[in-house]
């Protein structure tokens, strides 16, 4: 099992910047995918950006350019550095775990901090 607990969510003027975290209970190093999700109300839960264990990356259009992945193996940590914030980037934004072990496939989500835009 695996539990990852972000934060660092708030609410930001348009323009502005924030940084998630996401803690995860078990040593990163092994996981093969980490990534960052949003919901918005009335929209389904889509990707933002991914990093693998080799540190490739992948962000959706909307974020390109503006956001950055990254992770910190030694604190167990992925960050999500988002700057140039809109309103259209207000969502809970869920940290996500896929590990694949003897072809066991595993998904993990936490439990979600809220990102506010004004505008």
Known sequence: QVQLVESGGALVQAGGSLRLSCVASVNIFGINAMGWYRQA????????????????????????????????????????????????DTAVYYCHAHTEFLGYKSDYWGQGTQVAVSS
């Open 41 to 88: 109300p009335g929209n389904q839960r889509e990707l933002v950006a991914a990093i693998t264990s080799g540190g490739s990356t992948n962000y959706a259009d909307p974020v390109k350019g503006r956001f950055t992945i990254s992770r910190d193996n030694a604190k167990n940590t992925v960050f999500l550095q988002m700057n140039s914030l809109k309103p259209e």
